[in-house]
Every structure is written in structure tokens, then in C-alpha cells.
């Protein structure tokens, strides 16, 4: 086929496309996913058991802020990813930020403790779930956010994959905070992270798989 | 043609054909053509057969694709990164890793079109066409070939106007995707 015949086919009665905003196919698709979430936490796991006195406790918002702070900035590079040519630009350095901050008020707590109370700071009642627990809530983010990527062009299929990950998995950490009963910054320093450098890597592992086009 | 001419001039008309402006649109996807075919020409000096080709695929990918274009980026950057991206792909399922050090990422502004005439491609769109379903071949065929109104086209198919657009949209992307698997099929055979 000429390549002139081709061109004429895609410009007959192409018609206006619709520019949708940055992000807004991301976030909708993301909204969706964070009620699969919510529904596996409330139906499989349960609200905190000490709801609503849990509203008034510091740590109750640091468990919920840090992850919805990696997730907005993990949103922001996604979407920048999603469009060939465009860099994943600064937002990433919101995650960096995210983790120093709970690093931080995790060692402060560990070093201010007596050395008797150190290993339920970072061990908690729930250290052999919790990681997992966040991976499983962050699926369905995570099954939405690459549906969304589809639709658009990312080029960095890893990269692109991995903040999807990033995405999903602030996100399912901040869902699982819900229902955590665990009050040591430790724990939230070592095991909400790795629960949520578990959809990362899964992300990783996808995106060259789910988003070639 | 200077190159930040083309730049805006390229950008003018695909911008005016998001808008509807259909000759506009068509003229942006012949100069992308020509800029294409010498990028592509460039990067690809081993396997000239193959260029014409790829030309094809990206302006298939880019038409499709389209809506990722965001006015507040440069059209060249764009552009670029999706020839990239598919360059790479063949140059992957041909083994050639070789072929990537060269400098595939300069992001010097489109260059001008390429001196060498259109060769016909290798492969044949119509017959890749030709294997799509009907609910989206047809559509395809009234719309884009004949130039039929939706309506005319729904009427003629029994299809409804929804049906009929968006066989063609999941037509056009089925497309592509064939595109890339005739591709990698030829490169291990």
C-alpha cells in the first residue's frame, strides 16, 4: 500500500478528537480502582477496631498521609509518563520526601524509646501480613491505573509500569490504614514501605508486558 | 524549509485537524510523512526496505494515538518519542542492539523532509485490513475508503452510529497491533 493511500485513509472523516486533560482518564480509571480497595479492607478486613477514637491520634494520619502523598506523587510522574516525549519530570521527589519524613519520625521514636519497647515499635502484632495486605488492597488501583496507561502512549514501559505500582500502592497502603491497629512509626518505616515497593515491582514487571503498543 | 518553521507549521495543522479541519489533518500527516522518512532514513541506512514501512506503522500510531498530544509540548518532542519507541521495537526484534548506540535520542527539531521519494511499502495494509471483523473492516472500508457519512454507513451495514465508530477506532488500533506482530513474525522467520 502507498503511503499516500494510508495517509488518506486516516484523514478521511477523521473528524475533532477530543484532548481529554492530563491525568483525568488516570485518575478516574484510579477512583474506580480505590473502591475495589476500600471493599476488600471494610468487607475482608474491617475498620480499626478503636474507630472513630483512632480519628484523633497523630500516628492514625501519618499511616494515612505518607502512602496518599506517595500515590499522588507516583499519580503525577504516571501521567507524565503516559505522553511520548514528556519526562517524568520533579514529582518523584514527593515519594523521596514521603519516605524521609516517615524514616525520620520512625528513628526519632526508635532512639526516644526504652530499648524494652523497641521490638513491638517495629515489629507490631501484624508484621507478617501487613506488606502483603497492602499488595492485595493495591491491586485493583493498580489493575485500573495500567488500563489507564493503555489508553495513552507511554514509551518507558518499566518506568511507566513502576509508577503505576507507586500509584496502587500508596494508594492500598492508605486504604489498608483503616483497618492497621499498629501505632510504632517503625513499623509503618519498614513495613508499609515494603508493602508498597511490592506493587512497585510488580508494576516493573507488567508495564513492558500489559503496556507495549 | 527552515526548521523551527516546521515545527510550527507542522503543529498549526495537526492542531486545526484535532479540531476537525480535515485538510489540515491531511497535510499534517503528509509533511509527518516526509519528516518521518528521513529520520527514520537515517537511523535506518541498513535496512532501507524497512523504512517505508516503519513510516507507515508510526503514522498508523501517531493517528491513533493523537489524543496524548498535549498543545503545551513541542510537537517535535512528541513526535520523536513515538518514532523512538517503534524504531526500537524493530530494531529489538531484529537483534541489531548494535544500531542503538547510535545517537537515536538527539532532539534536534524535525528535520527537513526527506529528499527520497515514497517507496510502496513492503507490507500490505489492505490485506492486513482485509483479516480484521467485519464489524470493524466494514466500517473501516464505508468511512475511511469510500467516504460514507456515519449515517450512510449505518444505514448501509445495519450497524448503529455508535457501532460503526467504534469499529473503526478498534479497527484502526487492531491494525497497528497486527502491524507489530506482521513485523516481529518476519524477523523470525
Redesign the interface.
Known sequence: ????????????????????A?GAALVRAVCVGLLGSLAIVLVGYGLNHRFPQVLGMPMFWMKLGMPALVALCAGVVASRL?????SAGRAGWGIALALVVVWGVAAGQWLTAPPPERAELLWGQTWRSCAFSITLIALPVLVAALGALRE??P?RLRLAGAAAGALAGGAGAAVYALHCPELGAPFVAVWYVLGMALPVALGAWLGPRVLR? | MSTPDAETELRRLLLA????D?AA??RF??QL?GHLRAYLGRRLFGWPDDV?DL??EC???M?N??????PD??L???????A??KLIDLLRARGARDALHDPLDDDSPLAAASQQD?H??Q????GLLQSLPDKQRRP?EC???E?L??VETARLTGLSESAVKVGIHRG?KAL??RFGAARRLESHA
Not at chain 2, 17 to 20: A, F, N, R, S, V
Not at chain 2, 65 to 70: M, V
Not at chain 2, 123 to 126: F, I, K, P, S, V
Open positions: 500500500m502507498k503511503t499516500d493511500d494510508l495517509i488518506a485513509l486516516l484523514a478521511t472523516r477523521a473528524g475533532a478528537e477530543r484532548r481529554p492530563t503516559a505522553r511520548p516525549g514528556v495513552m502512549a514509551t503498543w | 485537524g484535532l479540531d476537525g480535515e489533518y491531511r500527516l503528509q510523512a517505508e513510516v507507515q503514522l498508523l500510531v493517528h494515538k493523537r489524543h496524548t498530544y498535549q509540548q513541542p517535535t518532542a512528541w513526535v520523536h518519542a513515538i523512538r519507541y515514497a510502496d511499502a507490507r500490505d495494509l489492505m473501516i468511512v475511511k475508503i467516504g457519512s456515519v484502526l497497528a497491533a
